[in-house]
């Protein structure tokens, strides 16, 4: 029996229709779909009519599959020959730990190939109605996990001093410990956004500044998932959200 | 008349199977298309019968479209009742002065929507088959341009202090500079990678260190478009590479 192969799918923030095309062929080619718990469920429906579906959530705090699990399910119905596609939300690239499972795969002899997808952090400046990276304000983004595998936070001073536009992952439980700590290298003033479910239909946007984000954020109930970002370029934000004065963008404080 | 609008689409890296299919549909839904240089010419296949197209390229040192000119044309269609769609290569929001064409539309009274797409930096890492935040390396990804607007460069001494993966764009002219201003900072057996024509049948891929990817991108002639990727993260690729075997990944000195 031939070895199957591991296609890595990306499906994007949400929305079927933030799938790239290659996306949607490699999900109608699978034999069996892994599939993360933040990819839309009507994923499934591109799905060939013989495929598998094993959902196999990973949220933080709830039940999940372990990763190792997953990781073992891969190379079992890889090794049955089985083409597998395990679909993970935004990007795989970013942040959810595609680094482990390509480094087992191929060390257990398995092709691995993967589909770029749309990161939330874009789908959030496109819902915000910004660049990341407007040349008045910065000369890049940086795109950073406010959860530590140890337990720690990042190094947030020396993030801010590169004066580039920060899009947070995963920090939304602890906005107002990251707001503070970003708060002694950038001014109070500085622009910040929030965007929960961002590219879903469920998105929900916070304009504030760096001072006010963890208070309006709380007022309005936003948790997560949700990116954070922060950085002058973000003030292009403030403008678009009272031009189109949508509720949940207003800033709770002027 | 009513106003028109303008919808930025963002083309991904190049092959048009990277498209989004919310992409493809603005596409389809365009009056006018304004077409950047480095988005695949295919695309045009994708338009409305009677839709028009105006190839507004801006390459660097190349015959070229003035960015006022440009945001000059998009004004004009929209206010004659258009639906303009401007393409740009990867994501809209990620460089390529997104910023300044929204700020003068909004300003003009014109509806911009944004659609995203995969930048290069992701097609990169795909196409060199690593995550760009394996967490046994980093905490996170830069996306940086080389090419400031003032002809200075990035603090790459502040950047290389954070310890995440640097995805440096627009730097392959000056990959030499650049890895040398990295190298007072980061090892020079740092991992590192560049990547030319990512996401499209041109591309082509190296893998070397940070002391000779300088050397080797310009013995195998790497030069613009190009990502360039320096971090621990990259190391992985190296792995891949040397498993795959592929001719243009192979390293020039062991």
Redesign the interface.
């Known amino acids: 029996m031939n070895t199957g192969k591991v296609t890595l799918v990306s499906a994007?923030p949400g929305?079927?229709?933030?799938?790239?095309?290659?996306a949607?062929?490699a999900i109608a080619a699978g034999d069996v779909l892994l599939i993360d718990d933040l990819v839309n469920d009507d994923i499934a429906t591109l799905k060939a009519a013989h495929a598998r579906v094993v959902r196999v959530g990973k949220r933080g705090g709830c039940k999940s599959t372990p990763q190792a699990f997953i990781q073992r399910l891969m190379r079992r119905y890889a090794l049955q020959g089985k083409h597998v596609v395990r679909i993970k939300g935004g990007?795989?690239?970013?942040?959810g730990?595609?680094?482990?499972e390509?480094?087992d795969l191929?060390h257990a002899g398995i092709e691995?190939e993967?589909?770029?997808?749309?990161?939330s952090g874009?789908?959030a400046?496109?819902g915000l109605?910004?660049?990341?990276?407007?040349?008045?304000?910065c000369?890049?983004?940086?795109?950073?996990?406010a959860h530590?595998?140890d337990g720690t936070e990042?190094?947030w001073a020396?993030?801010a001093?590169?004066g580039?536009t920060l899009a947070i992952y995963m920090g939304a439980s602890r906005i107002d410990s990251i707001s503070e700590a970003l708060g002694k290298t950038l001014a109070a003033g500085t622009p910040a956004a929030v965007v929960q479910w961002a590219?879903t239909s469920r998105e929900k946007r916070l304009v504030a500044t760096l001072g006010d984000i963890a208070a309006c954020a709380a007022a309005h109930d936003i948790a997560s998932p949700a990116v954070i970002l922060i950085g002058g370029?973000m003030g292009?934000a403030m403008?678009?959200v009272s031009?189109r004065s949508e509720p949940a963008m207003r800033r709770l404080s002027a």
């Not at 929305?15 to 290659?22: A, I, V, W, Y």
């Not at 993967?114 to 990161?119: A, F």
């Not at 000369?139 to 996990?145: A, L």
């Open positions: 994007g929305d079927l229709d933030l799938l790239t095309f290659r949607a062929k990007d795989a690239l970013l942040f730990r595609a680094g482990e390509i480094a191929r691995v993967i589909v770029n997808g749309i990161s874009f789908a400046a496109a109605g910004v660049s990341l990276t407007h040349r008045d304000h000369q890049g983004v940086i795109f950073v996990t530590l595998r990042p190094d020396t993030l001093a590169t580039m590219g370029a292009e403008e678009a031009a």
